[in-house]
């Protein structure tokens, strides 16, 4: 893969960070750990342009999605996640000794 020289100013905790990931072995470099990073970034980009997209295809065809639509589809995604984790967390106990 080509690679670029790049010269960047960055926060001192985020070079830190990464110095610190190189410490334990998680990335063989700071370059690397950045490159993950930036490549992360534009995986979500990509990610948040195609809900978007999705999104407005969605609207186009149904109508703007309400504030009341929205709230009920956090409320069952809340509930589903809860019980996923309720049904994770029985798994993990074992059998009951009731």
């Given at each position: ?27 063989e ?22 809900m ?47």
């Amino acid at each position: 893969m080509n690679k670029v020289r790049l010269s960047a100013s960055v926060d001192a905790d985020l070079v830190e960070a990464a110095e610190a990931a190189v410490a334990k072995g998680r990335l063989e470099s700071v370059s690397a750990w950045v490159n993950e990073a930036l490549r992360a970034r534009v995986e979500d980009d990509r990610r948040l342009e195609a809900m978007g997209a999705f999104i407005a295809a969605h609207e186009a065809e149904h109508g703007v999605i309400s504030q009341r639509e929205m709230r009920a589809a956090a409320r069952r995604a809340r509930a589903g996640s809860l019980a996923r984790e309720g049904a994770r967390r029985s798994r993990s106990r074992g059998p009951s000794t009731r």
